[in-house]
């Protein structure tokens, strides 16, 4: 029991560190200096835990990326982060779409263990990922999971809003609802890869 318990305190610790760190958009000032290998760039992103399986739905070799969360999703879960709106989820690809360097190494230093890790520490342990996979379960667990914060903590769900407020508040102000062609002026990478019949 003190073990658990001890488990538990370090693990909600570090999520903690992680929400509080995206707050203060600690992970978004990076800066990487060359063009990376889009076949290593990939391989790179797939070896971090939890990266090789899409974040919501379990399906493997997830080609798509959403920049707010900092976490690889496979082309259906896209969809269902894409019709919840920039404020809350900003979806790209990974291989079609040019991504900015603060977003490819927001991917490096969060990935989907820790943020599930935040967004579904009140999940049940005997959720049954795979049902995600169907078409009325896939976007009722994503928006209840991101936009209604169901399975996240209090103190954590909180943090997040207050993000996505001045998220909000801050595409207001520029008169923009969101960088929507991920070109920019700061060395941007597009990571491509050879022909695949595989669109996850």
Known sequence: THARTHAHT???????????????KLFCCAVVSSRMNSVEALKELYAIEGNSTCADCGTEKPKWTCVVHGILVCIECSGAHRSMGVNVSQVRSLTLDTLKPEWIE?????GNRQSNAVYEALLPKDFDRGSVK???????FIVSKYMNLKYTR????????EERQRRRTRHKRTGTAADTNGKEPSQPTTLTEPVSNDTS
Do not use: C, G, P, W
């Open 10 to 24: 370090h693990t909600h610790t570090q999520t903690r560190a992680y929400v509080r760190a995206r707050t203060h």
């Open 134 to 140: 169907k078409f009325e379960k896939r976007n009722e």
């Open 154 to 161: 209090s103190e954590d769900a909180e943090m997040i809003l």
């Open 106 to 110: 927001k991917l490096k230093q969060i």
